[in-house]
């Protein structure tokens, strides 16, 4: 997923604004969906996404923060989530020289986070 966000600890890169993927791995159970054919029986990936973007609206200094905020919103709407990783990057971060992105992983359970 690509956002356009304003994430950071300068606070020209709150002002700014930046781009930035979040990549995001979940394990439910899927058993009951499998044969029902039924949207309602598993998690809803257009949910999760808006779940992520609103995530996303939200400044913060650090992407430990942001990814802890993701896994926060998704762990408690969506129940069904047994464990979930997600990884934040930043695009081409203000570090003083060429860089493509720096990037956090971060892993949580479902609900119990």
């Given at each position: 997923m690509e956002f356009y966000a304003y994430h950071g600890c300068f606070a020209e890169e709150q002002v700014?604004?930046?781009?930035?993927l979040v990549d995001l791995e979940i394990d439910v159970d899927t058993s009951v969906a499998e044969r029902s054919d039924r949207l309602h029986?598993?998690?809803?990936?257009?949910?999760?996404?808006?779940?992520i973007k609103e995530a996303m609206t939200h400044k913060s200094h650090l992407?430990?923060?942001?990814?802890?905020?993701?896994?926060?919103?998704?762990?408690?709407?969506?129940?069904?989530?047994?464990?979930?990783?997600?990884?934040?990057?930043?695009?081409?971060?203000p570090m003083g020289g060429r860089m493509r992105c720096v990037?956090?992983?971060?892993?949580?359970?479902?609900?119990e986070e």
């Open positions: 700014i604004g930046n781009r930035f029986d598993t998690v809803n990936y257009q949910k999760v996404y808006d779940e992407l430990e923060h942001l990814a802890r905020r993701i896994l926060d919103a998704l762990g408690a709407r969506f129940p069904g989530i047994r464990h979930m990783k997600v990884k934040v990057s930043k695009m081409n971060p990037s956090l992983e971060m892993e949580g359970g479902g609900g």
